[in-house]
């Protein structure tokens, strides 16, 4: 007698299980990422850190520079997340923008060895790709502000997408020295701040942020 075979479907919990291993590995392969880059980052260690056996990790990954292009693209999406936010600061152009570089600058530097393994670790083509994608994004969340900054008559006219590279390329390049030194770097987000108000032509006179929205720090992994 022929019996029908029935798809196998995976239950609501069962997803749900996974969904939170995966999210278990990522989180634990992020944290090998702040102490060591992604140098640190291997499918043994990362099973020791887990608490898990190794092929479990090739259940979820297929190979480190998978695992390692996805612990990139969520730690950038939240850092960029944050820089959006802090875009939507009230007040006027200077002020805001100041407000956006204080931002990225200090949360860089409260995880100086996860902010260089994001910016210039040397790292495998994958990751090389998603870091690729993450100053894309930053670039055009900068084109957007800085042609609102134009719009309202804050800024004078620019190609706003070439300003955009340029800001992020210099914060960047800026940034790589100090990230790499056993300390932070004094005065950098100030620094920083002046030489991008300079650059695009914006009043510098409101320099300091609204002190009531501190940046949140690069440890924040949620």
């Known amino acids: 007698m022929w019996i029908p075979i029935m798809a196998y479907r995976e239950t609501d919990n069962v997803r749900a299980r996974k969904a939170a291993q995966r999210d278990h590995l990522l989180h634990s392969a992020e944290q090998l990422v702040r102490q060591g880059g992604f140098a640190n980052l291997t499918m043994q260690t990362l099973a020791s850190q887990a608490g898990v056996g190794v092929g479990t990790l090739y259940r979820y990954f297929e190979n480190k520079p998978v695992l390692a292009a996805e612990v990139f693209r969520v730690a950038t999406e939240r850092e960029v997340a944050a820089v959006a936010d802090a875009m939507t600061l009230h007040g006027n152009f200077a002020r805001r923008l100041t407000h956006v570089l204080e931002t990225f600058v200090r949360r860089a530097q409260v ?107 690069l440890h924040k992994t949620a």
Request: aromatic letters at 6%; a negative charge.
């Open 111 to 217: 995880a100086p060895k996860l902010a260089w393994s994001l910016i210039a670790e040397p790292v495998d083509p994958a990751v090389d790709a998603e870091r690729l994608i993450y100053r894309q994004r930053y670039a055009e969340l900068y084109e957007q502000f800085l042609a609102e900054g134009v719009r309202l008559g804050e800024l004078p006219e620019q190609d706003t997408a070439v300003t955009a590279a340029a800001m992020v390329g210099a914060i960047a390049e800026a940034l790589v020295g100090p990230l790499s030194e056993p300390l932070p770097k004094s005065g950098l987000a100030e620094s920083l701040t002046q030489f991008c108000l300079r650059a695009i032509g914006a009043r510098c006179e409101t320099a300091s942020a609204d002190s009531s929205r501190q940046p949140q720090s």
